[in-house]
Antibody
């Protein structure tokens, strides 16, 4: 059973860096045709894809966040991480990690973490 | 970016009703359209992938159709546990994008 779990501070001050880690269990982490991804949902709004990282380190970011986002992977720990710099109140959201599995030329998110609420406030 | 527009944004329905939610992409995305169910306080759950493939374990009352730019999620005989928000998502090209959601409420 594949499981993902987000961890990190629930409160971040404006202008600081938001850092979250996603720990993966029950899955082969370093191989397989899938991406490890981050998604967020501000309160009362829809889902926003933040970015993805392949097990070999290949990365894509949402252009809307690209200048502030870094996603990295630690295969030995079966973890991947999100850093978002210069945060504002607009970055307050529930952050999800998920695995994007390949299907033909597309992907789908079958496995998700339970979500981590991050509030940006002084 | 490819935008996906869902409609309606919300609907009220009764147990046993048939419900249809549509998703339209701003350009052709072939079949690379997924549907998720989202309940408050929980992670979204995959229902349909690649337009019409039912995820294992999802009840057969859920079905998906469409290709190109127009897609539909249909729920036959709505059940009490189906009241939730539904999102479509395109993975044809990055940035992967979601619709704004359709909230299904009890009438």
């Amino acid at each position: 059973q594949v499981q993902l779990q987000e961890s990190g501070p629930g409160l971040v001050k404006p202008s600081q860096t938001l850092s979250l880690t996603c720990s993966v269990s029950g899955a082969s982490f370093g191989s397989g045709d899938y991406f490890w991804t981050w998604i967020r949902q501000p309160a009362g709004q829809g889902l926003e894809w933040i970015g993805r990282i392949y097990s070999n380190g290949g990365i894509n970011y949402n252009p809307s966040l690209k200048s502030r986002v870094t996603i990295s992977v630690d295969t030995s720990k079966k973890q991947f991480s999100l850093k978002l710099t210069s945060v504002t109140a607009a970055d307050t959201a529930v952050y999800y990690c998920a695995r994007a599995d390949a299907f033909m030329a597309g992907y789908y998110f079958q496995y998700w973490g339970q979500g981590s609420l991050v509030t940006v406030s002084s | 970016d490819i935008q996906v527009t869902q409609s309606p944004s919300s609907l009220s329905a009764s147990v046993g009703d048939r419900v249809a939610i549509t998703c339209r992409a701003t350009q052709s995305i072939s079949r690379y359209l997924n549907w998720y169910q989202h309940k408050p306080g929980r992670a979204p759950e995959l229902l349909i992938y690649a337009a019409y493939n039912l995820r294992t374990g999802v009840p057969s009352r859920f079905s998906g159709s469409g290709s190109g730019t127009d897609f539909t999620l249909t729920i036959n005989s709505l059940q009490p546990e189906d009241f939730a928000t539904y999102y479509c998502q395109q993975t044809y090209t990055t940035p992967w994008t979601f619709g704004r959601g359709t909230r299904v409420d009890i009438k």
